[in-house]
């Protein structure tokens, strides 16, 4: 059975910074294409980073770029995010996800991911 457990969420002041972390169990995604995506009440689930199998190619959303950061641990089967500068706008459920495609380039659309954690609750206050 194939799970993705996010952590590392919370409540933060703007200017703060968190690390979300993904462990993933039942299988190695380490050919695999990982992400990290974000949605709020209404809106659609929109991607935030992700990276590919080698981790040679990383993609951030334009709100993201500059201030976070996607990176992954093979032998630890994680992907993580570093968020730094956190703004109001950047509250959200943030999930990480995970292709079953392997050595695909990294999709930037929620409807290629296969695999979905239960997602974490990042609050950035004023």
């Known amino acids: 059975q194939v799970q993705l457990v996010e952590s590392g969420g919370g409540l933060v002041q703007a200017g703060g910074s968190l690390r979300l972390s993904c462990a993933a169990s039942g299988r190695s995604f380490s050919r695999n294409a990982m992400a990290w995506f974000r949605q709020t009440p209404g809106k659609e689930r929109e991607f935030v980073a992700g990276i590919n199998w080698g981790a040679f190619n990383t993609d951030y959303a334009d709100s993201a770029k500059g201030r976070f950061t996607i990176f992954r641990d093979h032998a630890k089967n994680t992907v993580s995010l570093q968020m730094n500068s956190l703004t109001p706008d950047d509250t959200a459920v943030y999930y990480c996800?995970?292709?079953?495609?392997?050595?695909?380039?990294?999709?930037?659309?929620?409807?290629?991911?296969?695999?979905w954690g239960q997602g974490t609750q990042v609050t950035v206050s004023s």
């Open positions: 996800a995970a292709d079953s495609a392997q050595f695909s380039k990294t999709p930037l659309v929620a409807d290629a991911y296969d695999y």
